[in-house]
């Protein structure tokens, strides 16, 4: 059942993240985290509905003067509540699979019609259930991808309408794992080739070449590189009408990064200068606007609360061992991410202590920071990594056999449990014997 909280949250966010010390205990809004971690258990997730409608108000302020959808990229963080809130302030979506069309379908059914459908690997029956969902756009991602499109059309007698993803051959600069946009990646149609493979599909009833759209990467900095892809996208959507297609949308994907360090970050400004460096890329043109955010939205909207269960020493090396790990929360394991990482109790003293953040996996990759220093925490404190809504839960796994951890929406002054604390039993339950 929701819960009511009694201090009542702050107006506005004017700091990037919603988590700030209150009476020397840290706060997501209005509700205490220490409270929720003996409610709830620890490692949790804990996110601020407050901050993720003001994140997703910046896109939609700062596109305001342009025909444009925001579609979410659902694969930053999929939780159905999170999808229901976003919803509700009219956002599409952005899916890669089948199981993330579900997800939207039941957060909420009218939004499928706001849905595009990326992704390298489409299968057929996630082709023909995008279909059956009348959704927006296809971005389609290879030749084959389209041929196998038109036919699954035509066996659903649904017109479908589609985009080119087109690799721009860009480079911007990212963690490789998460670049995406120059032509040695999986991703994309080389733009070079597009305006041959627009021209076949109208060979076909079934295909309505509907828009074109790029995507270059994720954590991407610089508004640069974004406003160099879509100068080129906007270029051949002039050709493609040149060649007579009806081209009605123009999608930029994702990608804006966010400040995961220590320093002052302004997103509201970060969200103008990219939207007046596509606005400036788009020229004239006038194609309705879709947009991929993911990270930028939900990242630090977002928190994994963990507890500590040891403090040990090995020869030089301290090391503090939570109750999270890299099942939990993968992202500096896989990608050498940084994450904040703060006490819940606020440090009275100027004592430090440098130390690595290790997780219970057996694993050496398991850790979620090396060498930090941050104020002395002992054995059953409370520490909050940060920054931990993007690509935390989504990326989970059961690893180890560890239950996921549970899931807390802080909404105004309600707190409501959106993903329970898998059991055992759930754990178990796909096995046969
Ligand atoms: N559109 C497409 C086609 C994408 O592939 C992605 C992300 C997005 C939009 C959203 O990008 P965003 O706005 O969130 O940057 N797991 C990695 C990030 C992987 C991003 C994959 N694609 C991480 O934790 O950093």
Known sequence: MPKKIAAPPPETQPSPRPFAYRNRLLHCDGADLTSLAAEHGTPLYVYSAQQISHRFQLFAEAFASRPHTICYAVKANSSLAILRLLAKQRAGFDIVSGGELE??????????????????????????????????????????????????????????????????????????????????????????????????????????????????????????????????????????????????????????????????????????????????????????????????????????????????????????????????????????????????????????LTADIVGPVCESGDFFARDRTLPPVKPNDLVLLLDAGAYGMSQTSNYNSRPRPAEILIDGDITKLIRRRETMRDLLAPELL
């Open 103 to 352: 997800r939207v379908r039941k957060a909420h059914k009218p939004a499928l019609k706001k849905v595009v459908f990326s992704g390298v690997g489409k299968q057929i029956w996630e082709i023909d259930a995008a279909l059956n969902a009348d959704i927006l756009l296809f971005n389609v991602e290879s030749e084959a991808e389209l041929h196998l499109l038109a036919a699954r059309a035509e066996a659903c007698n649904k017109v479908a309408p589609f985009a080119l993803r087109v690799n721009p051959d860009v480079f911007a600069e990212t963690h490789p794992y998460i670049s995406t946009g120059l032509s040695e990646h999986k991703f994309g149609i080389d733009i070079k080739a597009a305006r041959a493979i627009y021209r076949s599909a109208k060979k076909t009833k079934w295909l309505d070449p509907a828009g074109v759209s790029v995507h270059i990467g994720s954590q991407i900095r610089k508004v640069d590189p974004f406003a160099a892809a879509l100068t080129r996208v906007t270029s051949l959507i002039a050709d493609l009408r040149k060649d007579g297609h009806n081209i009605r949308y123009v999608d930029a994907g994702g990608g804006l990064g966010v400040d995961y360090g220590a320093t002052a970050f302004d997103p509201a400004k970060q969200v103008a200068k990219y939207a007046a460096a596509l606005t400036k890329s788009l020229g004239e043109e006038s194609a309705h606007l879709l947009l991929e955010p993911g990270r930028f939205i939900i990242a630090q909207a977002g928190a994994l609360l963990t507890r500590v269960l040891y403090v040990k020493k090995n020869g030089t090396k301290t090391f503090i061992i939570t109750d999270a790990g890299m099942n939990d929360l993968i992202r500096p394991a896989l990608y050498h991410a940084h994450h904040e990482i703060i006490p819940i109790k606020q440090p009275t003293g100027k004592s430090t």
